[in-house]
């Protein structure tokens, strides 16, 4: 018997102060906000130890009665409370700033920001609890974060532009020296269309913009921990015995990590070109830009090409580099057609992105170089090339160790034991062997982005209906079919009705079954990977809005009825796959609706006086 009672307590402050400074400097303006946010909770139980007792019936003078009580157990009582995990979750953050904005002379226009912000993160747990990073106790340090930014902007009678920006960052997970960097950053822009000589040459232009951006940012969050430059030892590093034996020996001190106090920020440089405009009275309008990302300066050990290796046998004096570097580029757009057809008021939105990314820089050393990371994407997809499914012939042949230059030689399958009907893969280095040497590179996942991801939107109007369509979709990544398709959580689906037996050896679409565990053919290969190519029909929603005239004077401004449907259509070749899910199911959504906006009792007012006057 007793309780178990949770306790949480949750408490939020937030301020803010905005200040006019015109009176003393025209246009700059002031604000400041400043926020805390904390959580406690703790348990706390009481608990009393009872007996229970079994009966012992028995029948006397024709009834059933109790005639004796076994009892379990022993009745205890106790003044003592338990206290369970006690934690606590706290985040500070500050944010103050001045904006500048004036024009001087009609076309001179100009505007800054000066901005400081930070913020503070803690938790404490008991010694005998696990806090959110998954060690007992409380946090060693804090994540702490403070930034100091300035904006600066200037236009010439909205035509010609020029921005800079800079942020002076500061990390506490580098050492003294290095804490502190600033990250600039640049833009210039020419409204080319409001050129005289322009709309001369190309009428048809309503505006055009260009511009272009470079901009260098400095970041920790790359760096997975606090003090990885500095080196430590372990008094009991390792362990060694004497050398007559017996179990005798003493600990020793050994280095598990050398200091690099030289370890800097990771860096990410971007550049950007843009082209903005509209055409035709604004029939079509647009915009477009290619971005190109370097981050450089990312963390490696360097155990591959830049320590040697005895400075990582007998403890260890390796330490993080800022060495690796990575790739993003890619162009995005965005077009938007407009056009009466009829009563009929059409427009169709299009957008898109094309991405690439590259390992540009990497610390390794393999046997072999197409199993290099560097000049690979990023998500790159590597597997074994699957030449079909075992014979017992081809079994016999591997078995029997002929020599490779042998026309029936077939390579050592070193993953498990190998029988008719399971996968055969291609011997990629010529070894005689297959092993995790034998992949290639066979496409993308596409994890941060497709190689191409597009979206498109249509709205249609007419009287007082609004049809509105929109769908995205994906071209150029791939994946493997997971252990859920091919097991279906320890149960096989229908899939493997294909499954390869003596008899339908010519026709198998699946390896063959087993009771055992095999490794050798679910393993990663072009015989499991499919297509992500997709188009998901996201959003059809029909909306009627009724007559304003409806609600003139009355409390409900405007009235809508819609009914949505989301998540209606998927075209793929290989929907039926992506469409299997396994736990939470995956649904299609419907919602009747209805929306209607209530007039403010000053909007009532100011009509009944108008109506009077007239």
């Known amino acids: 018997a007793g309780y178990v009672k949770n306790h949480s307590r949750t408490f939020t402050f937030d301020v803010g102060v905005k200040a006019d400074l015109d009176q003393w400097v025209k246009g700059l303006s002031f604000e400041t906000a400043f926020s805390i946010d904390y959580w406690n909770n703790y348990s706390e139980a009481y608990k009393l130890d009872y007996a229970v007792y079994e009966p012992t019936w028995a029948n006397v003078n024709g009834q ?11 009745e205890s009582s106790s003044t003592s409370e338990y206290i369970g995990a006690a934690k606590y979750y706290q985040n500070t953050t500050f944010r103050a700033q001045f904006d500048y904005k004036n024009t001087f002379g009609g076309v001179h226009n100009v505007n800054a920001t000066l901005a400081g912000w930070g913020y503070s993160k803690s938790n404490s747990v008991d010694e005998n609890h696990e806090s959110s990073s998954g060690v007992k106790g409380s946090s060693y340090h804090r994540t702490t974060n403070a930034n100091l930014a300035l904006r600066a902007a200037y236009n010439y009678a909205q035509k010609y532009y020029a921005e800079f920006g800079g942020a002076l960052v500061h990390s506490s997970k580098l050492a003294e020296g290095h804490r502190n960097a600033l990250s600039p950053s640049g833009t210039l822009g020419w409204r080319i269309g409001q050129e ?12 055009l913009k260009l511009n272009a951006s470079y901009s260098v940012l400095n970041q920790d969050i790359d760096i997975s921990d606090y ?50 405009g509209s055409l035709l009275n604004g029939t079509v309008s647009f915009d477009m830009n290619y971005f190109h990302q370097l981050t450089s300066g990312m963390l490696t050990s360097g155990t591959a090409t830049i320590y040697p290796s005895w400075m990582n046998s007998d403890g260890s004096f390796i330490t993080s580099l800022n060495y690796n570097e ?46 290099n ?19 017992q012939e081809d079994v016999d042949h591997m078995k029997a160790n002929l020599d490779k230059d042998d026309p029936n030689f077939v390579p050592n399958h070193t993953f498990g034991e190998i029988k008719a009907g399971d996968l055969k893969y291609k011997d990629i280095n010529g070894d005689g062997k297959i092993d995790s040497n034998d992949q290639q590179v066979m496409g993308k996942y596409g ?16 009287k007082q209906f609004t049809l509105f369509i929109a769908g995205t979709g994906q071209m150029g990544a791939k994946a493997f079919k997971s252990n859920d398709w091919i097991y279906n959580q320890k149960k096989y689906t229908s899939v493997v009705r294909g499954r390869w037996t003596p008899e339908t050896a010519a026709t198998a679409t699946y390896p063959r079954l ?3 565990d095999n490794t050798n053919n679910f393993r990663n290969s072009n015989f499991w990977i499919y297509s992500t ?59 009747l609706g209805l929306k209607m906006m209530l007039r403010r009792s000053e909007e009532r007012r100011v009509g009944k006086e108008c109506r009077s006057r007239w």
């Open 64 to 74: 059933d009665m109790i005639i004796d009580l076994k009892k379990y157990g022993k």
């Open 447 to 462: 994890w941060s982005a497709t190689p191409f991801f597009y979206g498109v939107n249509i709205t249609l109007n007419w």
């Open 196 to 207: 005289k000589w322009f709309k001369d040459a190309l009428p048809c232009f309503d505006d």
């Open 533 to 591: 190519d997709r188009f998901n029909l996201n959003k059809v929603q029909l909306t009627y809005d009724m007559p304003n005239e409806w609600f003139e004077n009355k409390v409900v401004k405007g009235m809508s009825v819609y009914v949505l449907g989301e998540s209606l259509l998927t075209i793929s070749k290989n929907r039926k796959y992506m469409e299997t899910s396994y736990g939470s199911p995956q649904c299609r959504f419907y919602n």
């Open 326 to 371: 990575d790739l993003r580029q890619g162009f995005d757009f965005a077009v938007n057609f407009k056009k009466n057809i009829g009563k009929v008021k059409a427009q169709l939105g299009l957008t898109g992105m094309v991405f690439d990314s590259k390992a540009n820089k990497r610390e390794e050393k393999n046997e072999y170089s197409y199993m």
């Open 514 to 516: 087993t009771a055992k």
């Open 227 to 276: 003090y990885l430059y500095q080196g430590y030892y372990d008094v009991k590093g390792g362990y060694y015995t004497w050398n007559e034996g017996g179990g005798n020996g003493t600990y020793s001190t050994l280095s598990k990590r050398g200091s690099n106090y030289g370890l800097d920020c990771v860096k990410r440089k971007e550049w950007r070109v843009g082209l903005e």
């Open 373 to 391: 990371a560097q000049g690979q994407a990023l998500d790159v997809i590597r597997g074994y090339v699957c030449e079909g499914f075992f014979t």
